[in-house]
């Protein structure tokens, strides 16, 4: 770790990159162990944390709400008995106003979150809800999509052969693990009208969640079947709404506002909790 005394001769920017990169690393030793933050960092570590905020504290080029954090932070680094979670707050709070002062996006990466192995086991699934992502092109949606369906219960995911890989690092990241625990395949299920692949119709009841459907709190969800959730860009394709339409139809999310559309995930997330809820009671 850079003593403080250099810490202070470095130009500004490269003074708040190598904050940033003590920080970052200090939480995920925090992220990554079951110990308490007492045990996993040394007094001098505590100091320098302490002395880097008072450092920051006494930057004018920073706002006084940033200052703030710094100070609240210092309490944090000081304090002889703290809950962990207060521990590794401060010091995120503080790495992410240092990323927006140098100018940098934060990204995915950007982002530390615990990486304990989840046990599948202790998942509550409910045996034939399943879902099918057609031509999800965002990683970042698959992955959301993937998170969703392990917390909602979902059985078995099929992904269309045009989604976004779920191995995708961008995916995987914001799945928090649960592309590991969710069974999922990747294949055709609605063949195209000029394709020469097997029609590989889907055995089990299958609904859209697409617009001009039936409003989803009227929606007879099944206890057994399949959602098809559609492209960003182009929604459900036609040869996937004809399966649905001569099965159970269409579930639609009622919107207000002017834009009156959801991100597929957050809609995907929307249908999957109405979905569960009826499932369970």
């Not at 190598?18 to 996993?40: D, H, P, V, Y």
């Not at 369906?149 to 914001?174: M, N, Q, W, Y």
Request: net charge neutral; aromatic share 10%; with cysteine.
């Amino acid at each position: 770790m850079i003593p403080l005394f250099k810490l202070e001769k470095l130009p500004r920017t490269q003074k708040l990159r190598k904050i940033i990169k003590i920080f970052t690393f200090a939480e995920n030793r925090l992220c990554m162990s079951k110990q308490s933050g007492a045990e996993i960092f040394s007094n001098a570590e505590f100091v320098f944390f302490l002395d880097a905020v008072k450092l920051l504290s006494n930057d004018d080029q920073f706002s006084q709400d940033a200052k703030k954090v710094f100070i609240e932070a210092a309490e944090i680094f000081q304090c002889e008995s703290f809950h962990v979670n207060s521990l590794r707050r401060a010091l995120n709070s503080v790495k992410h106003i240092l990323l927006a002062e140098t100018g940098k996006d934060q990204a995915d990466w950007d982002f530390t979150c615990a990486d304990g192995k989840l046990d599948s086991q202790k998942r509550q699934i409910f045996e034939g809800m399943r879902v099918y992502l057609e031509d999800i092109r965002s990683p970042f949606n698959v992955g959301a999509m993937f998170r969703t369906a392990e917390s909602f219960g979902v059985e078995k995911i099929t992904l269309s052969p045009f989604c976004a890989d779920p191995r995708h690092r961008r995916a995987e990241r914001t799945a928090m693990g649960c592309i590991d625990i969710v069974p999922w395949e990747r294949r055709e299920l609605f063949a195209s009208p000029v394709s020469d692949s097997e029609n590989t119709e889907p055995s089990i009841p299958v609904f859209a969640l697409e617009t001009g459907g039936v409003p989803i709190s009227e929606f007879k969800f099944p206890k057994h079947g399949l959602m098809i959730a559609g492209s960003e860009e182009l929604g459900v394709s036609p040869r996937a709404l004809e399966a649905a339409d001569a099965s159970l139809g269409r579930v639609s999310i009622p919107c207000y506002g002017t834009k009156a559309s959801l991100n597929v995930s957050v809609a995907f997330g929307i249908a999957l909790q109405a979905w569960s809820d009826k499932l369970k009671n």
